[in-house]
């Protein structure tokens, strides 16, 4: 059955220091993976999609995420948090063939002054 | 603002009873889909529908039922609601592989 994992239900960094948020699926293809940011009290927002093609992909608010087929991977990646970045960042899955998506269970991203 | 709108925002109801949630997609959006968002189960997939039809179906009880109507806005019907029950419930509407997600309703048992 098809998996999202997102190990970190929590991760605190500084302001202006480099960001990572681990994802990985499990599926037998090439999976649609996606990026969601939550805010407080809002719903979820697209950060970025990976369909196919370049395994780098950029995404809003200067975010970037990369597939990684070997690993199973699709981390999200920042290379300077801002204050408003802190929210909740969700991993999501569908298959080609399906209209079902998986969302992991969230990382809780918490930005120090 | 995603261009999605649910009604109501928040809904407080008792056990055993039913409620209706309602959603209007993004103009021009055929698919609308439903998700469930608890503490202890996280964003559950409950069903999608197609321009009135159901497409595909995710963790949905055999209490909630939902429908999609020729203007494209969809409802969300639970029934014999239980405590388990209180979650934020989210609509998305999409044209494409793209989700747009809505505000969320806040249903609360007691």
């Known amino acids: 059955a098809q998996s999202v994992t997102q190990p970190d239900i929590h991760i605190t960094v500084s302001e202006g220091a480099s960001l990572e948020l681990r994802c990985n699926y499990s599926y037998g293809a090439t999976p649609y993976l996606f990026w969601y940011v939550q805010s407080p009290g809002q719903g979820l927002q697209l950060l970025l999609k990976?369909?196919?093609?370049?395994?780098l992909v950029q995404g809003i608010k200067g975010f970037e995420a990369e597939f990684k087929r070997s690993q199973s991977s699709f981390n999200l990646r920042k290379p300077s948090v801002h204050w408003s970045d802190a929210a909740e960042y969700f991993c999501?899955?569908?298959?080609?063939?399906?209209?079902?998506?998986?969302f992991g269970t969230g990382t809780r991203l918490k930005v120090l002054a | 603002d995603s261009g999605v709108t649910q009604t109501p925002k928040h809904l407080i109801t008792a056990t055993g009873q039913r409620v209706t949630l309602r959603c209007s997609p993004r103009s021009g959006d055929l698919s609308v889909y439903w998700y469930q968002q608890s503490l202890d189960q996280g964003l559950q997939f409950l069903i999608q529908y197609y321009n009135g039809e159901e497409r595909a179906k995710g963790n949905i009880l055999e209490r909630f039922s939902a429908q999609q109507f020729p203007d494209l806005h969809s409802e969300l019907n639970l029934s014999s609601l239980e405590l388990g029950d209180s979650a934020l419930y989210f609509c998305?509407?999409?044209?494409?592989?793209?989700?747009?997600f809505g505000p969320g309703t806040r249903l609360t048992v007691l």
């Open positions: 990976y369909f196919s093609g370049d395994t």
């Open positions: 999501a899955v569908r298959s080609s063939g399906t209209y079902k998506y998986i």
């Open positions: 998305a509407s999409s044209w494409g592989d793209e989700q747009f």
